[in-house]
């Protein structure tokens, strides 16, 4: 059982970050892929593959609500008859967008930060959340120029042997190794044109992976039925760990619900047969049977919810989704238009995101489970006197200890931190940190940014309502000083993103 203080509790919940700096062999690397390309028009190019984005969005609108309920209701029902009507002939294809040379040019050039950003600040939360979970084995689905392998690469180094990538665009997979040709170190990297050519080249035991992710791909699949075809091959693909990502968008947001929502039905559904199946057998070969089957063919969600039950933001008008503000790098500032106004020097980027795991959630403690919290009342009653006494020399300090904080207190420059980060590009991983929130379910998720009015913090949370994740539901908590001072401190430190312990 995990016991926390206030402080450490403040250092569990923190899983947002400030501004996140592209690593210096990212960026050089994009540099250098823009140097060897064709330049002219590259504003034009930029441009029109944000216009691309924008059609496939009015696509997916397009597709029926009522049809589009019905199949996530019961997923498997007559999938194969209404296919038919689900194919919509485009440009892009039933498995996604296949990108053309300037289109992949434009996206290193005016989306990959970002999209890395966004899969780098996930994957950081999962190894957080998983200090045991160290993948050797990974599927890249949609991986584009890489921007998620870039990720992972940053986040588990040195357990990663093999990465299997599945873009269908040529022009992507050119991109990604070019992008790749300079590191040192790295796993062994197999692309794919598609899930089928991946089963037809390997077999059984190497179609296992221990992470499998798909990040900013379901998206540009215009068909449902294909999205739920290909989230249940990845999801067979997937030995521990499956993580969806897509723009933080109304259509982006249901896309990740309907998903997570179907995994969790059909991992219920095995679960159930499984019991069935073994029924007839004793009951201590049936116990096993039972455990061996949830552990197999459950799941549970490892972020951002805490539970794994019906989504509370569903048919509320709200939808759930995170931000990343990341310094934009020099070819976005060069080739991202602004409309008549001066290009800001960052960025933000939203993203909605799902983490699964196989196996049965945990039963964790609580992280308020014991902890005793004092009113500012009662800690002003234990003041002593000589508290309030104040000593002039630790107020103002000495000549070298300001000298000192005057050095502490410099800024460096974004340059110098990529130029630091080319010898410490690893120090993160060797860390350690002690305090880590579990996959219990006592720890909601902040969505939105919380609203401060005086000395009242009001924030809304999605959490768990039972203590077996069972069910949740979206609250909003509101936090005084008076009454607890100690998670009012932590309340004012908390950002969108955030956890909550209860």
């Given at each position: 059982m995990a016991s926390f203080t206030p402080e450490t509790l403040r250092s569990a919940a923190k899983q947002s970050e400030g501004i996140h700096l592209i690593p210096l062999s990212l960026r050089r690397a994009i540099k250098k892929f823009l140097r060897e390309q064709e330049k002219a028009h590259m504003n034009r190019k930029v441009l029109r593959l944000s216009e691309s984005f924008s059609r496939i969005k009015d696509v997916n609108l397009q597709?029926?609500?009522?049809?589009?309920?019905?199949?996530?209701?019961?997923?498997?029902?007559?999938?194969?008859?209404?296919?038919?009507?689900?194919?919509?002939?485009?440009?892009?294809?039933?498995?996604?967008?296949?990108?053309?040379?300037?289109?992949?040019?434009?996206?290193?050039?005016?989306?990959?930060?970002?999209?890395?950003?966004?899969?780098?600040?996930?994957?950081?939360?999962?190894?957080?959340?998983?200090?045991?979970?160290?993948?050797?084995?990974?599927?890249?689905?949609?991986?584009?120029?890489?921007?998620?392998?870039?990720?992972?690469?940053?986040?588990?180094?040195?357990?990663?042997?093999?990465?299997?990538?599945?873009?269908?665009?040529?022009?992507?997979?050119?991109?990604?190794?070019?992008?790749?040709?300079?590191?040192?170190?790295?796993?062994?990297?197999?692309?794919?044109?598609?899930?089928?050519?991946?089963?037809?080249?390997?077999?059984?035991?190497?179609?296992?992976?221990?992470?499998?992710?798909?990040?900013?791909?379901?998206?540009?699949?215009?068909?449902l039925s294909d999205r739920i075809t290909i989230v249940r091959q990845l999801w067979d693909l997937t030995q521990d760990v499956l993580v969806l990502l897509e723009p933080g968008t109304p259509h982006g947001s249901k896309i990740i619900r309907q998903m997570r929502s179907y995994i969790l039905w059909m991992a219920k559904r095995k679960c159930r047969k499984s019991k069935n199946k073994s029924g007839e057998v004793s009951s201590d070969e049936m116990s096993i049977a039972v455990g061996t089957a949830a552990l197999k063919n459950g799941a549970f969600v490892v972020a951002p919810c805490s539970h794994d039950g019906r989504c509370p933001l569903e048919n509320s008008g709200k939808y759930c989704h995170f931000v990343q503000r990341l310094e934009r790098t020099s070819s976005q500032r060069a080739y991202k238009r602004s409309k008549g106004e001066p290009l800001r020097g960052f960025e933000d980027e939203k993203f909605c995101f799902v983490a699964l795991r196989r196996g049965k959630r945990p039963m964790e403690a609580w992280p308020l489970d014991g902890m005793e919290f004092e009113t500012l009342k009662e800690q002003h009653a234990k003041r002593n006197p000589e508290d309030l006494i104040i000593d002039y020399e630790d107020q103002f300090g000495s000549e070298e200890d300001e000298e000192s904080e005057f050095e502490d207190s410099l800024v460096p420059y974004a340059s110098d931190v990529g130029e630091t980060s080319m010898f410490h590009e690893h120090d993160d991983e060797e860390e350690e940190e002690e305090d880590r929130a579990d996959v219990g379910g006592g720890w909601g998720r902040i969505i939105y940014a919380p609203v401060r009015r005086g000395r009242q913090i009001q924030m809304d949370v999605c959490r768990s309502t039972k203590r077996d994740g069972s069910e949740g539901a979206f609250q909003r908590v509101v936090v005084t000083k008076s009454k607890n001072p100690a998670l009012h401190h932590q309340a004012r430190r908390s950002l969108w993103g955030d956890l909550w312990p209860f």
């Open positions: 597709l029926s609500a009522t049809a589009s309920r019905e199949l996530v209701e019961d997923p498997l029902r007559s999938i194969d008859r209404r296919s038919g009507r689900w194919k919509i002939r485009s440009a892009y294809g039933d498995i996604g967008l296949r990108y053309s040379e300037d289109e992949t040019v434009a996206y290193v050039a005016s989306r990959m930060p970002a999209v890395y950003s966004a899969c780098f600040r996930v994957l950081k939360e999962v190894r957080r959340r998983l200090p045991g979970f160290s993948p050797a084995r990974v599927l890249d689905f949609g991986a584009g120029p890489g921007s998620a392998l870039w990720a992972m690469r940053e986040v588990w180094s040195r357990s990663l042997q093999q990465v299997n990538l599945v873009e269908p665009s040529k022009d992507m997979q050119r991109a990604a190794q070019i992008l790749l040709r300079d590191l040192k170190e790295l796993p062994v990297i197999h692309s794919y044109d598609s899930i089928q050519a991946l089963n037809r080249t390997l077999n059984k035991r190497e179609r296992e992976h221990d992470l499998v992710i798909s990040s900013y791909a379901l998206g540009e699949i215009p068909s």
